[in-house]
């Protein structure tokens, strides 16, 4: 393959999570256009790469229609992250291990207007689909040399992209990538996984906010 697509996967796996962590520092709102446009053209330059410098690139992004076997394995994948995912909230409930910071950015999320969360809803779910799944491993499968490495690269550089939501956002996303990386390993289908990924993430931006405004956040412990 050409030597560019390696280009490519460094934009994905490398450079998206050090620029975010580096957005995190600088203190920009991570709601903000400036990290979220940046994702947008990180998605965009890895796409022309690939379309540059292969022929059937829609192929390795997985760009090709879905099968309604896969669509079916989209709609299982979301429950089983909706499953995890209320596991994990009913237990941070029961017992009172809520994190303050979570819930202070759900419902800053609510605070912003509704177009502007569904921008953040498509933008999370073309962007990070594109770059670490139809990208990381789409093309990275055959750029570090087997499938299963690409997924863990994916896997990792999914979880240091989103570091910057806290400790206590970590385990629902990591159940949440993983179950995003084994869908497109085994339907090597980009469009299954982005319909899965809206399917979560309309509830996290568009309903979840709604929710979690009703609740007051305890007050973090201060350092001794």
Not at 105 to 125: D, K
């Amino acid at each position: 393959m050409p030597q560019l697509l390696y280009l490519g996967l460094l934009v994905a796996l490398v450079a998206m999570p050090l620029l975010l962590a580096l957005f995190k520092r600088l203190r920009f709102n991570p709601f903000s256009p400036v990290p979220r446009l940046t994702l947008w053209v990180a998605a965009i330059v890895v796409v022309v790469i690939a379309a540059a410098k292969t022929g059937a690139w829609r192929v390795y992004l997985g760009l090709e229609w879905p099968t309604w076997q896969s669509l079916g394995l989209a709609i299982l994948a979301a429950a089983a992250m909706f499953l995890v995912f209320g596991a994990h909230r009913y237990l941070q409930e029961k017992l009172g291990k809520e994190s303050p910071k979570l819930i202070r950015q759900y419902q800053n999320i609510l605070r912003l207007p509704f177009s502007h969360r569904c921008f953040l809803l498509v933008t999370a779910v073309v962007t990070e689909e594109v770059l670490y799944r139809g990208y990381a491993i789409g093309f990275g499968q055959y750029l570090l040399g087997g499938i299963w490495l690409a997924c863990i690269a994916s896997v990792v550089a999914f979880m240091l992209a989103h570091i910057q939501w806290g400790l206590a956002h970590l385990p629902p996303v990591f159940v949440g990538t993983l179950v995003l990386t084994l869908l497109f390993a085994f339907t090597q289908n980009l469009w299954v996984c982005i319909i899965a990924h809206a399917i979560v993430d309309a509830v996290a931006f568009l309903i979840m906010p709604a929710i979690m405004a009703r609740k007051r956040p305890t007050p973090e412990p201060r350092a001794s």
